[in-house]
């Protein structure tokens, strides 16, 4: 039954993408391009982010809101966003940086422990995060919260990694792209 259902996902979207491809010349669209980079936050791997952090070069504050008002600045332009946790996260950061400001953690057992430490993450609408959106982007479960973060979330999580946001997928994971009836589209930023 579950390989009927994925073949029968699959159809749907060959038969989606032919007509949206037929569509498209109907309804050509001017290419956006998304706002430039402000942050220079935004340019440095989370390696190094992180240890920029344990060594309190800067804050996870900082790192979290800069990514946050990115997300706000780009997602109108790309649909990504299907439900935020910002002011929990920011509050996450302001206690990572208050943890190192106390001064009695040991960088080094931090760093092996938690090597994410103060670093912001977001994750697919169709992964588990307790108390947010879990539909599988489909209309049938339209509401649904996840009651249990995945092994995934958890596992970033007890890395010390901060969760932003829960972000568009295709239906049921079944598409090529990122659209479905309960979000819409969600647009490449290398696209726009």
């Not at 992180?50 to 332009?77: F, G, L, M």
């Not at 010390?160 to 930023?189: K, Q, W």
Request: include cysteine; glycine fraction near 4%; aromatic fraction near 10%.
């Amino acid at each position: 039954m579950f390989y009927l259902l994925r073949i029968w996902i699959i159809v749907i979207n060959v038969i989606y993408l032919t007509l949206d491809w037929i569509f498209s010349f109907i309804r050509y669209r001017k290419p956006v391009s998304i706002p430039p980079l402000k942050d220079t936050l935004l340019t440095i791997s989370a390696t190094e982010l992180a240890q920029k952090i344990r060594d309190q070069h800067c804050t996870s504050y900082e790192v979290v809101r800069a990514y946050i008002e990115r997300i706000k600045e780009v997602n109108p332009y790309l649909n990504a966003v299907v439900e935020d946790r910002y002011k929990i996260a920011l509050a996450e950061a302001k206690n990572c940086d208050r943890l190192l400001e106390a001064g009695n953690v040991d960088i080094e057992k931090l760093k092996k422990q938690k090597p994410l430490f103060g670093i912001p993450f977001t994750v697919k609408e169709s992964i588990p995060v307790k108390g947010l959106s879990h539909t599988g982007c489909t209309l049938a479960y339209k509401g649904r919260k996840a009651t249990t973060d995945s092994f995934a979330v958890k596992m970033l999580r007890d890395a010390g990694a901060i969760l932003l946001c829960v972000t568009n997928t295709p239906e049921m994971c079944g598409g090529l792209d990122s659209y479905n009836f309960l979000h819409g589209r969600s647009y490449n930023p290398y696209d726009t």
